[in-house]
Every structure is written in structure tokens, then in C-alpha cells.
């Protein structure tokens, strides 16, 4: 079974804090993907790293960054942690195949006070 | 970009019943994808239609896919309590390998 872990279930920190969202995969996928979602909007791109060091921007990359130093691990960094970034954040992986499947972990509530 | 948008936003059916939700997209895609979403949880993935397919099955779940209309829909038949879940349609366009998401259909299945 595929595996994608995130560091924390649920997080509390307050505005102008350095935040990192790990994530962890198992399946030697190519492909990462940082998303936000929030009600009546739908997940959002953030990032995404299609190899090692590479990375993307997705739609809203704006108050975040990322970093992938290994295959299996994606990190996300919000630099000074805004209320605005009070979200479920998602991570997932997939191979690199034009018909692949996304895997999700289980998400990340961050409450920004 | 959101590309799929989903059509109701919410639906509440008794168990037994089916469940049929809408997709619809605005450019040309590879493949349209359903995933489902348990209250605060990630998102699981249901069935791939590719875009020279019209329709799938996948146990209890039918997929079709109109490209002319830019248009999917997902059937859920016998709906059971187990089905209540945020359902979402992801689009992966031609040119690349990353998927656009709708806001979701909310699927609630009364016992």
C-alpha cells in the first residue's frame, strides 16, 4: 500500500512564526504537491516537485516555500506565518506517468493565531 | 487554475439510493479523475477515465465522460452510509502531469 505521511494531524502557531510541513512518501514516486484547501474553494496548488531540488510554483505560491533535498521527503515552509494561512494543508505524491494517480496523506489543520 | 467544477455542491440521499454528480471543465484534458474525501481526512482515489473513454465501472461507481461537452459524471448506485463523503473531480490537462480540483460535491447518505 502507498504511504504518504505528514508530520502533524494538527498545528497551532502564531503570526509571524517559520513554519515546516513534512511530508513523507514510500512509493519512490517522481512526483510531490503541496495543496491548501479551504471550504468552497476546492485544493488549490501550492508547489510541486517533480524531482529531487526541483520544484514549481503552483497557483498560489505567494507566503510559502519549499524544499526537497530527498526523493521521499517535501517540505513546506511558510517564512512568517499570516492568519490568512489558516488552512488544511495536503500533501501527495505520483509517478511521473501522464495517467497517474495522486496519493494523498491524511492532512495538516494550521491554525494561525 | 480550478478547472472541474462539481454540480450540486451538496446532496442528501437515503441509503439505497443513488447519488449522481456532475463535472464540468473548461479545457482539453489527458484524463479525469474522482477522488473521495472523508471528513478531515485526505483524498482517496476512485477511478481514471482517460479522454478517448466514454464510460467506467468500478464496483458500485459509474464514470462517464462527455469531452464534446466538457462534462463528467459519477454514479454511485445502492448508496450506503460508508459513501458519506466531499466527492471531487480532478482534471489532468494535455500538456502536463498536474491535476486541477473542483470545490467538491457533499454527498450525505441517510440510514
Known amino acids: 500500500d502507498v504511504k504518504v505521511t505528514q508530520s502533524s494531524r494538527y498545528l497551532v502557531k502564531r503570526t509571524g512564526e517559520k513554519v515546516f510541513l513534512e511530508c513523507v512518501q514510500d512509493?519512490?514516486?517522481?512526483?510531490m504537491f503541496w495543496y491548501r484547501q479551504d471550504p468552497g474553494l476546492g485544493l488549490r496548488l501550492i508547489y510541486f516537485?517533480?524531482?529531487?531540488?526541483?520544484?514549481e510554483k503552483g497557483d498560489i505560491p505567494e507566503g510559502y516555500s519549499v524544499s526537497r533535498e530527498k526523493k521521499e521527503r517535501f517540505s513546506l515552509i511558510l517564512e512568517s506565518a499570516s492568519t490568512n494561512q489558516t488552512s488544511m494543508y495536503l500533501c501527495?505524491?505520483?509517478?511521473?506517468?501522464?495517467?497517474?494517480?495522486?496519493?494523498f496523506g491524511p492532512g495538516t489543520r494550521l491554525l494561525v493565531l | 487554475s480550478q478547472q472541474g467544477e462539481e454540480d450540486p455542491q451538496a446532496l442528501s440521499i437515503q441509503e439505497g439510493e443513488n447519488a449522481t454528480m456532475n463535472c464540468s471543465y473548461k479545457?482539453?484534458?489527458?484524463?479525469l479523475q474522482w477522488y473521495r474525501q472523508n471528513s478531515g481526512r485526505g483524498l482517496v482515489h476512485l477511478i481514471l477515465?482517460?479522454?478517448?473513454?466514454r464510460e467506467k465501472h468500478s464496483g458500485r461507481l459509474r464514470v462517464t465522460l462527455d469531452t464534446s461537452k466538457k462534462s463528467s459524471s459519477l454514479l454511485i448506485t445502492a448508496s450506503r452510509a460508508a459513501d458519506t463523503a466531499s466527492y471531487f473531480c480532478?482534471?489532468?490537462?494535455?500538456?502536463?502531469?498536474?491535476?486541477?480540483f473542483g470545490a467538491g460535491t457533499t454527498v450525505t447518505v441517510r440510514a
Open positions: 501527495a505524491s505520483s509517478f511521473s506517468g501522464s495517467d497517474e494517480t495522486q496519493y
Open positions: 512509493m519512490d514516486h517522481e512526483n
Open positions: 516537485s517533480y524531482d529531487v531540488k526541483m520544484k
Open positions: 479545457t482539453s484534458i489527458n484524463n
Open positions: 477515465i482517460r479522454s478517448n473513454e
Open positions: 480532478a482534471t489532468g490537462p494535455s500538456n502536463d502531469y498536474k491535476l486541477s
